[in-house]
């Protein structure tokens, strides 16, 4: 059983207020200030011990590929999301995690969010399977199709372009503050749910492409999640 999942998050206001001793400056202004001296990119994304999460969905797929069961959470009480989040990964037991970037982001986001409020994590997420680079059952798309940093690291976005697929037509990840400050977290829940569609879909290619799927299994299975991100990008 493999975890396909992604998670938004927006910047820890509070904390970067604490961190940079400046309680007067708006938001905008602070995020401005926190991105020249907390970050080490030329994007200004800030590093995942600034960020708090908003929003998760996963989809638990078989290990053949065939979809299960798909779990979300998204809200304010951020402490009640990760607590649902370790609740549905104790859904299974020796279960495989999917996503994109998730080692470099997600998941050191929900190490520092749980250490943050008391929680403790699955015990499956420290396992070595889980914590090894080169594990077959963590699967990071940035790993797989960078060999593991030998090349560049892709977008998801550009690797929906080379298969000829549109991902982030309900948004994009600077977009999620916005969404969030008018109050609309099923929009960026919807948009959380088309990147772990979009991630699946990859995942579907690629294993299709080295030969693990096979051409029957692989056109059935995209035809239905096609069918699935068509309807998430036409329900915003």
Not at 100 to 116: I, S
Not at 205 to 222: C, E, Q, R, W
Request: glycine share 6%; hydrophobic share 35%; net charge negative.
């Amino acid at each position: 059983m493999y975890f396909v999942f992604d998670v938004e998050t927006i910047p820890d206001f509070d904390f970067l207020r604490i961190l940079l001793n400046n309680s007067e400056s708006n938001e905008d202004d602070l995020l401005i200030e926190a991105s020249e001296q907390l970050t080490r990119n030329n994007s200004g994304f800030l590093p995942p011990m600034y960020h708090r999460m908003v929003s998760w969905v996963g989809l638990w797929i078989e290990n053949d590929g065939k979809p299960k069961q798909k779990t979300s959470w998204n809200g304010d009480n951020e402490k009640k999301g990760l607590k649902e989040l370790f609740d549905s990964l104790h859904t299974y037991k020796d279960y495989g995690l999917i996503h994109h970037n998730g080692r470099g982001f997600d998941l050191p986001l929900l190490t520092y969010r749980a250490m943050k409020y008391g929680l403790q994590m699955p015990l499956r997420l420290n396992h070595r399977d889980i914590r090894y680079r080169f594990s077959n059952v963590n699967i990071d798309l940035m790993d797989e199709f960078s060999n593991y940093g030998a090349s560049s690291f892709p977008k998801l976005k550009h690797l929906g372009y080379l298969i000829d697929i549109p991902f982030k037509q309900t948004g994009e990840g600077n977009e999620v503050l916005r969404m969030y400050r008018e109050g609309d977290f099923d929009q960026i829940e919807r948009y959380c749910y088309e990147d772990v569609m979009a991630t699946y879909i990859v995942w579907l290619h690629m294993k299709y492409t080295v030969g693990d799927i096979p051409i029957d299994a692989f056109s059935n299975l995209k035809e239905r999640a096609m069918a699935k991100l068509k309807e998430i990008q036409e329900a915003t």
